[in-house]
């Protein structure tokens, strides 16, 4: 049921978007209903399929901003440090994001009651401040991500009737505005990179046809592109990440049999590359993000055992 009607939604994308372009939504407050029950069905809805299936955007690709400027390549995790001095936990989602745009992930915690940022020094997070003065929620998800091209990670929050941007301003979150004029949702997962090259992340929608993007004008979600062609998803895991190291990020497909790698092009996805040419997967948790930081997006597999990392060269 729930599938079929989005479908139908996804489908009236183009449509909702010139049927809504025109009217001036009032957003706000909208995006404050519970999302507990509603988020976690669909930003990590694991209906397993058949051959091409089913993939979990458990968060934003959102890889610590990189500046030429490091050149300093890593080669193995430290100790572990206490940088909260106990516990800090979001009731609704926890991310690590640069809101700040200093070049440090920060960590953000989702209440239900406000959304709080604790700003990186660099060896510890700072004290919790209150980002956005009131509840802000996606009934479908939460994502933050640099959409406005500022050097800082915005938060955006995905519900069922439009897509709410609430752009960074370096020290909170500015009010919510309504940036897709209309619902956009992905079947299989939504992502948002920058796949385009302008240093704007773009939202990415995973349908089961095929993959769309809407690239982002700084100010706006523009109308949704098909990339792929045809269907392109992971059977384990999707992500988007800048693997190849041109500034576009790329799609990577973990599939059982191996990890496929589609290089964006700046207007579409190319054919499938083999990256790892056999089986690879974690078994807790996988990521891509530059850890050695040659600005390559590394694969990174969480098992039971350890961590392993697979550098992009
Ligand atoms: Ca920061
Ligand atoms: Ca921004
Ligand atoms: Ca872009
Ligand atoms: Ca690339």
Same mark, same amino acid.
């Given at each position: 049921?729930?599938?079929?009607?989005?479908?139908?939604?996804?489908?009236?994308?183009?449509?909702?978007?010139?049927?809504?372009?025109?009217?001036?939504?009032?957003?706000?407050?909208?995006?404050?209903?519970?999302?507990?029950?509603?988020?976690?069905?669909?930003?990590?809805?694991?209906?397993?399929?058949?051959?091409?299936?089913?993939?979990?955007?458990?968060?934003?690709?959102?890889?610590?901003?990189?500046?030429?400027?490091?050149?300093?390549?890593?080669?193995?995790?430290?100790?572990?440090?206490?940088?909260?001095?106990?516990?800090?936990?979001?009731?609704?989602?926890?991310?690590?994001?640069?809101?700040?745009?200093?070049?440090?992930?920060?960590?953000?915690?989702?209440?239900?009651?406000?959304?709080?940022?604790?700003?990186?020094?660099?060896?510890?997070?700072?004290?919790?401040?209150?980002?956005?003065?009131?509840?802000?929620?996606?009934?479908?998800?939460?994502? $933050? !991500?640099? +959409? %406005? =091209?500022?050097?800082?990670?915005?938060? /955006?929050? *995905? @519900?069922? #009737?439009?897509?709410?941007? &609430?752009?960074?301003?370096?020290?909170?979150?500015?009010?919510?505005?309504?940036?897709?004029?209309?619902?956009?949702?992905?079947?299989?997962?939504?992502?948002?990179?920058?796949?385009?090259?302008?240093?704007?992340?773009?939202?990415?929608?995973?349908?089961?046809?095929?993959?769309?993007?809407?690239?982002?004008?700084?100010?706006?979600?523009?109308?949704?592109?098909?990339?792929?062609?045809?269907?392109?998803?992971?059977?384990?895991?999707?992500? $988007? !990440?800048? +693997? %190849? =190291?041109?500034?576009?990020?790329?799609? /990577?497909? *973990? @599939?059982? #049999?191996?990890?496929?790698? &589609?290089?964006?092009?700046?207007?579409?996805?190319?054919?499938?590359?083999?990256?790892?040419?056999?089986?690879?997967?974690?078994?807790?948790?996988?990521?891509?993000?530059?850890?050695?930081?040659?600005?390559?997006?590394?694969?990174?597999?969480?098992?039971?055992?350890?961590?392993?990392?697979?550098?992009?060269?």
């Amino acid at each position: 049921m729930v599938r079929k009607k989005w479908l139908v939604m996804l489908s009236l994308i183009s449509i909702a978007f010139f049927m809504f372009a025109c009217s001036s939504p009032a957003p706000v407050e909208e995006t404050t209903e519970s999302a507990s029950a509603e988020a976690t069905d669909v930003v990590g809805s694991n209906q397993p399929t058949s051959s091409p299936a089913l993939i979990t955007p458990a968060g934003s690709a959102v890889p610590p901003a990189q500046d030429g400027a490091d050149t300093k390549i890593g080669t193995e995790f430290g100790e572990p440090e206490d940088w909260t001095g106990g516990p800090t936990v979001g009731q609704l989602a926890m991310r690590i994001a640069d809101v700040n745009g200093d070049g440090k992930g920060d960590f953000i915690a989702v209440d239900k009651d406000t959304t709080y940022a604790l700003p990186s020094t660099g060896s510890s997070f700072g004290q919790p401040e209150d980002w956005t003065s009131g509840p802000v929620v996606g009934e479908l998800g939460m994502y $933050f !991500a640099d +959409v %406005t =091209g500022d050097g800082t990670e915005d938060y /955006i929050a *995905v @519900d069922r #009737a439009s897509t709410y941007v &609430l752009p960074s301003n370096g020290t909170r979150f500015d009010p919510p505005q309504d940036w897709t004029g209309g619902p956009v949702l992905g079947e299989l997962g939504m992502f948002f990179a920058d796949v385009t090259g302008d240093s704007k992340a773009d939202f990415i929608a995973v349908d089961k046809a095929a993959i769309y993007v809407l690239p982002s004008t700084g100010t706006s979600f523009g109308a949704p592109q098909e990339w792929t062609g045809g269907p392109a998803f992971g059977e384990l895991y999707m992500d $988007f !990440a800048d +693997v %190849t =190291g041109d500034g576009l990020a790329d799609f /990577i497909a *973990v @599939d059982n #049999a191996s990890t496929y790698v &589609l290089p964006s092009t700046g207007s579409s996805f190319s054919a499938p590359q083999d990256w790892t040419k056999g089986p690879t997967k974690g078994e807790l948790g996988m990521y891509f993000v530059d850890v050695t930081g040659d600005g390559l997006a590394d694969f990174i597999a969480v098992d039971k055992a350890t961590v392993y990392v697979l550098p992009a060269k």
